[in-house]
């Protein structure tokens, strides 16, 4: 379950990303943290990590961050306990201009992989948020042991998010047939509905958004 605090997830869950963050905000927000250069995650991120929990814990990070990020991020966490890490958000989920940017930046989705394959030299585990087939490939190169399938966004148009559901079980599939079906991880984002049932039966573990946003707390 994503959670921005070590203590709140929900009994069953099997692991819990931990993602400060993202406090208050709902999923389709929290996507977009990713992408905007608001606060400091990684730092918000160790205010907490020193905080014991009953069950797997993933730290949440930008592992690019410029300014706490790469080998200064990932010696800290060892420090503090931290065991595992996951790109989540990412900026995976960029497009267009913003998207040539970070990879200009060295701050895209392929360096966030290189950078967490980068992270199990610390002693740290890594999970790597992934889009695709080439990705996901990119990441078991990097020497990163577990996948987090993200479905990416829903366009509002049910016909076309039907089809994007679709393709993360191509996705699924292949990627069973491959051989590594052991290390995937469905995010069910809960934009999709019960779109993603039939890729989620295919896979070992899921992540669901557990965090309330700010809106329903006041109600």
Same mark, same amino acid.
Do not use: K
């Given at each position: ?68 990020? =790469? $080998? #200064? ?5 060892? !420090?503090? @306990? &931290?065991?595992?890490? +996951?790109?989540?958000?990412?900026? %995976? ?17 392929g360096h ?43 366009? =509002? $148009? #049910? ?5 994007? !559901?679709? @393709? &993360?079980?191509?996705? +699924?599939?292949?990627?069973?047939? %491959?051989?590594?079906?052991?290390s995937l ?32 707390l006041r109600?």
């Open positions: 379950m994503i959670a921005s605090a070590p203590a709140s997830f929900s009994e069953g869950s099997d692991f819990l990303v931990l993602a400060p963050h993202l406090a208050g905000l709902s999923a389709e927000l929290g996507d977009l943290v990713g992408i905007l250069p608001i606060g400091s995650i990684n730092q918000t991120l160790l205010t907490l990590v020193r905080t014991p929990s009953a069950i797997p814990v993933y730290a949440a990070i930008l592992p690019t961050d410029p300014f706490l990020g =790469g $080998d #200064a991020l990932f010696r800290e966490l060892a !420090a503090r @306990g &931290v065991s595992a890490v +996951v790109n989540f958000p990412t900026t %995976g989920l960029a497009q267009g201009e913003f998207r040539r940017a970070l990879e200009t930046a060295a701050m895209d989705h966030e992989l290189q950078m967490l394959g980068r992270a199990t030299s610390f002693g740290l585990r890594a999970m790597a948020t992934v889009f695709s087939y080439d990705q996901a490939m990119q990441a078991v190169a990097e020497g990163i042991d577990r996948l987090l399938l993200h479905p990416g966004l829903t366009t =509002g $148009d #049910a016909d076309l998010d039907q089809r994007l !559901a679709e @393709g &993360v079980e191509t996705l +699924v599939r292949r990627l069973v047939d %491959g051989g590594h079906g052991d991880v469905l995010y069910r984002h809960p934009s999709f509905g019960t779109r993603l049932e039939a890729a989620g039966r295919l896979v070992p573990a899921l992540l669901d958004w557990g965090i309330v946003p700010e809106q329903d109600c």
